[in-house]
């Protein structure tokens, strides 16, 4: 952390204008840069961005008129949803304009330490929960990142005694170069962005990136369970790429691990000092749905022992939190059939991992713009858990082909769909939205999506089937 620098003497190109970029805009402009801005989309899509940017003080440049500004810049500044190598990138790189990602510009003017959180999946639910212990230990804390508020304008008002939990994408972490977290850590790697990256071991190593940085002082938490996480643990040379101390969390107990589950308890193994287990607290209060949420708590305990959080101060903020919209979220029960919104499910392994929570049978809705990755590995909980499944959206073809001879209807609309699920439920069933799929071919983001499921349960009449 420098809590200095991108100030008067920068002049900056902040490459796309989603929320990320907005955000960037107006922090270098109130740190005293001269910014502009540019995105391949219109300026009629880009309306609203454009004058929003404009006042703060920073000038949008279209992407067919950026050429005479570049040998101006000092630097860029690229949003995460702005591939590496995409066109407009590479122009700027071609120019010699040195390029950052938002996260490491956020690093780099943070006055305060960073705890950071990766993974395929539960990494919104694990950095929430993991600001609210550090607020129950009396902590002054920012939560930003992918979680929903750029990590730059979390970073911006942090102070010294302050600390900073930030939720970070494999697309984020693609462009960092000094950003190094106090604390790190990685919940799990499955398929996911194969849209993006051409192999699995690209993704992963995006991933890595999270600890590439950490040093002495530093902590790596890491998922022992998990086959590519885990590896780093168990396979020669794999603890070696890991620079600084790493602390395991494993569902079992083996020698590495730090905490583990022990007689439907999550223990604490010390590493240094006292070595008698410590118990944090029993799994059934934990008030989240599934074996996976059970491995996220065991992910943010661990991060907060490390943080120097005592273990009641955990065990009471775990208690008191609430699931997070669009996130296995109940949303009603109609008719003995419960609604739950799981939206923020957009690949397969958190589609198995939502139906594996459930100890009733579902009816499924699945399906939206595929990432290009293997439906074939929800098969095997949709067979254990599901009665039917309706598909909506783009990949609806390639999911029917995937689960064989189950029952698979299709829907052209949100609204369709919860009325065909719902026909297709008995009482005690559950109806679950849980995608496996981006959002962006029928809403406007995945929130956007459990909106529209959650007005459709809610308009369904009761006793209608």
């Known amino acids: 952390m420098t809590g200095s620098g991108f100030d008067a003497s920068e002049r900056v190109l902040v490459i796309g204008l989603g929320r990320s970029g907005r955000a960037s805009c107006r922090v270098l402009r109130a740190r005293g840069a001269t910014v502009y801005a540019v995105d391949d989309k219109s300026r009629d899509e880009l309306s609203d961005a454009i004058e929003e940017i404009a006042g703060t003080g920073a000038q949008f440049v279209a992407a067919d008129a950026l050429e005479p500004f570049l040998d101006q810049l000092t630097l860029a500044v690229l949003s995460p949803g702005i591939p590496l190598n995409s066109a407009l990138v590479r122009r700027v790189q071609a120019a010699r304009v040195p390029v950052y990602s938002e996260i490491e510009v956020a690093y780099r003017i943070c006055a305060a330490p960073i705890v950071a959180v990766t993974g395929t999946k539960g990494k919104t639910t694990t950095t929430a929960l993991i600001g609210t212990m550090l607020r129950s230990a009396g902590r002054t804390t920012w939560v930003g990142g992918n979680i929903g508020n750029a990590l730059i304008e979390q970073t911006a008002q942090a102070r010294p005694q302050d600390w900073v939990v930030a939720e970070v994408s494999s697309f984020q972490l693609e462009s960092i170069r000094s950003f190094k977290p106090k604390i790190a850590t990685i919940l799990n790697i499955s398929p996911d962005h194969l849209d993006r990256y051409h192999s699995m071991d690209e993704y992963a190593e995006a991933k890595f990136r999270i600890f590439a940085n950490q040093g002495p002082g530093d902590t790596f938490v890491g998922n022992f369970d998990d086959p590519v996480v885990g590896a780093l643990a168990w396979t020669e040379g794999g603890a070696d790429r890991i620079p600084t101390r790493a602390l395991w969390y494993a569902r079992a107990p083996h020698l590495a691990t730090a905490l583990y589950l022990r007689q439907g308890r999550i223990t604490y193994a010390p590493p240094t000092g006292d070595p008698r287990p410590i118990d944090i607290m029993p799994v059934d209060e934990i008030p989240l749905l599934g074996q996976h949420n059970v491995d996220n708590v065991?992910?943010?305990?661990?991060?907060?022992?490390?943080?120097?959080?005592?273990?009641?101060?955990?065990?009471?903020?775990?208690?008191?939190?609430?699931?997070?919209?669009?996130?296995?979220?109940?949303?009603?029960?109609?008719?003995?059939?419960?609604?739950?919104?799981?939206?923020?499910?957009?690949?397969?392994?958190?589609?198995?991992?939502?139906?594996s929570a459930f100890e009733r049978p579902v009816v499924l809705i699945a399906g939206g713009k595929s990432k290009r990755t293997d439906f074939r590995e929800i098969c095997a909980a949709v067979t254990a858990h599901v009665r039917a499944v309706v598909l909506i959206g783009e990949?609806?073809?390639?999911?029917?082909?995937?689960?064989?001879?189950?029952?698979?209807?299709?829907?052209?609309?949100?609204?369709?769909?919860?009325?065909?699920?719902?026909?297709?439920?008995?009482?005690?069933?559950?109806?679950?939205?849980?995608?496996?799929?981006?959002?962006?071919?029928?809403?406007?983001?995945?929130?956007?999506?459990?909106?529209?499921?959650?007005?459709?349960?809610?308009?369904s009449p009761v006793g209608a089937r």
């Open 395 to 459: 990949a609806a073809e390639d999911l029917a082909s995937a689960l064989g001879d189950l029952t698979a209807l299709r829907a052209g609309s949100m609204e369709e769909a919860v009325h065909t699920a719902r026909s297709l439920a008995h009482p005690g069933d559950a109806v679950l939205l849980s995608p496996g799929c981006a959002s962006f071919d029928m809403f406007e983001s995945a929130e956007a999506r459990g909106e529209a499921f959650r007005d459709a349960v809610l308009r």
């Open 298 to 355: 065991m992910a943010a305990v661990l991060v907060g022992l490390a943080a120097g959080i005592t273990p009641d101060v955990l065990r009471s903020a775990v208690r008191d939190f609430s699931p997070l919209p669009h996130r296995l979220e109940r949303i009603a029960e109609i008719d003995g059939v419960e609604y739950v919104d799981d939206s923020k499910a957009t690949n397969p392994s958190s589609v198995a991992a939502a139906l």
